[in-house]
């Protein structure tokens, strides 16, 4: 295969095959941490950090290093991003260095920028419109519980609360790859855009999936086989939290809404979670939640990521799988 340029910018960037192809590869790093190091050397990839952070940055801290290389991890406050520096000369400077760039930030135009400029693979770990890396991982748990990677097609996911954020964004794209029936609820006004409602409706329609967006919760959880939920309050929106303390009550996922989904339904929350809020102590503790494993499950399918993008790039079909 020839060597090819890829990025992770929003779940879409991966079709139905390539999905498959790097939740196989988060398998076989769930159980080898060790099962490719396509950094050895150590390459160093740089992981940028605009937003505050636990697990993106320990997932991709520990996972690069376990791949053989070296993260380069830097935050807003002690770089020339925070300052201003434009982000195509941010990207030229890394792109001459680093093998990969991993980037948190605000505007989903900002990651789009870098990719322009750089010339190696660029990975989104969470703007304001999407969350990929999270959604690979939280489908790598569905496959762990559910008899593997080809289970996903078919199944339905629920996703409750705020459905205009990143989250309810990248279940309802990534989960249209997988060709899952995807439903997401959520009140008046926080609901997802037209054209990404668009985008997921075209590709569920490709792999047998289904998209669902409701405002009542009920519907969304009825029968499904995985219940998602967020914080209703995102990174940057703090501003907003008397506003935003009001109109989700109804979309809290307790024992109650539980119940509607199937009775083996899995539970998971990107975290971090805010018990009392959006979900009760009783679901996120409770027997059907596998939010630890989810957590967990951000190292392997990161490092699968990363293997795969470095793959493709070089045209290395050995890190394909
Ligand atoms: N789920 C998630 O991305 O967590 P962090 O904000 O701690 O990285
Ligand atoms: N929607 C949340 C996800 C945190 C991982 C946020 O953007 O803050």
Redesign the pocket.
């Known amino acids: 295969m020839t060597g090819q340029l890829r990025h992770m910018l929003r779940d879409d960037d991966l079709n139905h095959e390539e999905q498959k192809q790097v939740l196989e590869l988060g398998m076989k790093f769930r159980e080898n941490r060790f099962y490719k190091q396509p950094f050895a050397g150590p390459q160093a990839v740089a992981v940028l950090f605009d937003?505050p952070s636990t697990?993106?940055r320990s997932s991709f801290s520990i996972g690069v290093a376990e791949l053989g290389g070296y993260p380069l991890v830097i935050d807003k406050s002690g770089s020339q991003l925070g300052r201003g520096e434009p982000v195509a000369d941010t990207a030229r400077v890394l792109t001459r260095m680093a093998y990969g760039i991993v980037w948190r930030t605000f505007g989903q135009d900002r990651v789009e920028e870098m990719a322009k400029y750089a010339t190696c693979p660029v990975v989104n770990a969470?703007t304001?419109d999407f969350?990929p890396c999270?959604v690979l991982a939280d489908f790598l748990t569905i496959a762990q519980f559910r008899g593997g990677v080809d289970a996903l097609a078919g199944k339905t996911i629920a996703y409750v609360g705020?459905a205009a954020?990143?989250?309810a964004n990248s279940y309802l794209l990534a989960g249209a790859v997988a060709g899952m029936h995807v439903r997401v609820a959520g009140p008046y006004g926080y609901l997802p855009r037209k054209d990404i409602v668009a985008d997921a409706e075209r590709i569920a329609a490709e792999n047998g999936g289904s998209i669902l967006v409701t405002t009542d919760p009920r519907e969304a959880v009825a029968d499904a086989d995985c219940i998602f939920t967020?914080?209703w309050v995102?990174?940057?929106e703090e501003a907003e939290y008397a506003i935003r303390s009001k109109p989700f009550w109804d979309y809290q996922v307790n024992d109650e809404l539980m119940a509607l989904a199937k009775p083996d339904a899995l539970f998971q929350h990107?975290?971090?979670a805010y018990r009392g809020k959006e979900v009760t102590e009783s679901v996120i503790d409770g027997p059907q939640s596998v939010v630890w494993d989810e957590a967990e499950n951000r190292l392997h399918a990161q490092k699968a990521l990363l293997t795969w993008l470095v793959g493709q790039q070089r045209g290395d079909e050995s890190l394909l799988a």
Do not use: A, E, I, V
């Open positions: 937003k697990r993106t969470l304001d969350h999270q705020d954020n990143n989250m967020d914080t995102s990174m940057g990107c975290l971090p």
